[in-house]
Nanobody, 123 residues
Framework: QVQLVESGGGLVQAGGSLRLSCAAS????????MAWFRQAPGKERTVVATVNRSGDRTYYADSVKGRFTISRDNAKNTVFLQMNSLKTEDTAVYRC????????????????WGPGTQVIVSS
């Protein structure tokens, strides 16, 4: 079992930066691959970034590549999403998720989800 709680969301101007955190509780956090998803009103939820258990392999959606960085600190049971050069299109509810699969391939393989944190990017 793992419980996830996001923090760090808020209002930021376009071109600015924001760092999201996802704090995990429960046993063996380091055993779970982690991901960040986002969903804007009226749109499908999409994956933003993923990171493997050790933190040395990452994946990014094309829309955020070069601007966002996912990382994790297993000693602190926390995963981060550093968001730079923010655009209005990044406005969404951001959720972190954990998977019991060794190498998750689809959204349905993420079984644990945080409640989400709102990010609003103004122009």
């Amino acid at each position: 079992q793992v419980q996830l709680v996001e923090s760090g969301g808020g209002l930021v101007q376009a071109g600015g930066s924001l760092r999201l955190s996802c704090a995990a509780s429960g046993r063996t956090f380091s055993n779970y691959p982690m991901a960040w998803f986002r969903q804007a009103p009226g749109k499908e939820r999409t994956v933003v970034a993923t990171v493997n258990r050790s933190g040395d392999r990452t994946y990014y959606a094309d829309s955020v590549k070069g601007r966002f960085t996912i990382s994790r600190d297993n000693a602190k049971n926390t995963v981060f999403l550093q968001m730079n050069s923010l655009k209005t299109e990044d406005t969404a509810v951001y959720r972190c998720a954990a998977s019991t699969y060794l190498v998750p391939k689809v959204e349905s393989q993420y079984g644990y989800w945080g409640p989400g944190t709102q990010v609003i990017v103004s122009s």
